[in-house]
T-cell receptor
Framework: GQSLEQPSEVTAVEGAIVQINCTYQ??????LSWYQQHDGGAPTFLSY????GLEETGRFSSFLSRSDSYGYLLLQELQMKDSASYFC?????????????FGDGTTLTVKP | DTGVSQDPRHKITKRGQNVTFRCDPI?????LYWYRQTLGQGPEFLTY????????KSRLLSDRFSAERPKGSFSTLEIQRTEQGDSAMYLC?????????????FGPGTRLTVL
């Protein structure tokens, strides 16, 4: 089966940089995704890494090391609206398409 | 609004009753996924469809759960003889289906409360 570990909570101040780590154990690994979910809202896609290295999308960057089964989400210039839960999800390839298995999420609280 | 829609948004039912949820994916999206999410946890995969074919079911999906996507468009998830442990948010997501790595777009979810 698959297992993912990420910190349950992270707190940071506005304007700071925060890194949310994710380690995983899985077979059939294809890639690592990150999703954001505000309270009461639906998960929204942030980024995806299939290859080792850093992917940058505006204030958010995501990193993957396949050999270490490790990735992280980096949020820069934190804003209050970034307070949300962040989930890493491994994409595994079985049968005809990929299936995503999510971690339990990291609750980010941004303080003024 | 051309996003994924789900109906109803909230459902309260008594234990033992049957419930059915509907998901309308983004138009032209071939893949449709169902997840269940409980408080403090990430979405748990239940099942997914490629067009009208149900390609994979999680072991979480007991015999009381059934999902259909009869014409490859909308999908329904039925839970028979509901139990209190079924209380959760049921999320639907869709993706284009052009490759393994298609982005999944989630709907707002149906929150089920079983009394």
């Amino acid at each position: 089966g698959q297992s993912l570990e990420q910190p349950s909570e992270v707190t940071a101040v506005e304007g700071a940089i925060v890194q949310i780590n994710c380690t995983y154990q899985t077979s059939g690994f294809y890639g690592l995704s990150w999703y954001q979910q505000h309270d009461g809202g639906a998960p929204t896609f942030l980024s995806y890494n299939a290859l080792d290295g850093l992917e940058e999308t505006g204030r958010f960057s995501s990193f993957l090391s396949r050999s270490d089964s490790y990735g992280y989400l980096l949020l820069q210039e934190l804003q209050m609206k970034d307070s949300a839960s962040y989930f890493c999800a491994v994409l595994t390839y079985n049968t005809n398409a990929g299936k995503s298995t999510f971690g339990d999420g990291t609750t980010l609280t941004v303080k003024p | 609004d051309t996003g994924v829609s789900q109906d109803p948004r909230h459902k309260i039912t008594k234990r033992g009753q049957n419930v059915t949820f509907r998901c309308d994916p983004i138009s032209e999206h071939n893949r449709l996924y169902w997840y269940r999410q409980t408080l403090g946890q990430g979405p748990e995969f239940l099942t997914y469809f490629q067009n009208e074919a149900q390609l994979e079911k999680s072991r979480l999906l007991s015999d009381r759960f059934s999902a259909e996507r009869p014409k490859g468009s909308f999908s329904t998830l039925e839970i028979q003889r509901t139990e209190q442990g079924d209380s959760a948010m049921y999320l639907c997501a869709s993706s284009l289906g052009a490759s393994v790595t298609d982005t999944q777009y989630f709907g707002p979810g149906t929150r089920l409360t079983v009394l």
